[in-house]
């Protein structure tokens, strides 16, 4: 299954869904398909034309409400750290401590305003990982790393919970 969330940019509005993926997804990145089905959702129900957030809530972690505050002004993408996965962050976008891909962002460290991404068109490679898969939607969007807002460098909205 999969949750989808776009937040309106009036009020704390959200649509929260579970889509399940209806035996499609057979090969490759499971996760990434799934979230493929869940961006052809948005897009089909017309969710592009309307300014929100998107942002790829996994089931093992926690998220702060302060971070769904911050980020309804984004234009693009914003970045913000996740607590167990800095070694993957700083505030600079394009120094993480991985050589590759070009923005290898956590799942959990990342959100696209609706309209941005949706009128892309881009979807996540299946055949790739998760990080592989955010960082080629980050290149979909932004031509430079000036275009990446930083929430924040320190601060912390997101945890991994152990769900076992």
Known sequence: NCIAANGGSSG???EYGHLDSGGKVKVGNKCNALRNIALDYLAKENTANSSGVILFANTDRTYSAELFE????IEKV???PTVFAKEQFTCDPLKFNLAKPK?????GSVGFNSTALLQTGKRLDII?????????????LVTSKDEIKVISCDGEYV???PIF
């Open 103 to 107: 923005y290898p962002i956590n799942i």
């Open 12 to 14: 704390i509005n959200a």
């Open 159 to 161: 945890w991994y919970t």
């Open 128 to 140: 790739k990982s998760d990080t592989e898969g955010m960082s080629s939607l980050v290149e979909a």
């Open 70 to 73: 911050k980020v309804r002004d």
């Open 78 to 80: 914003a970045i913000w």
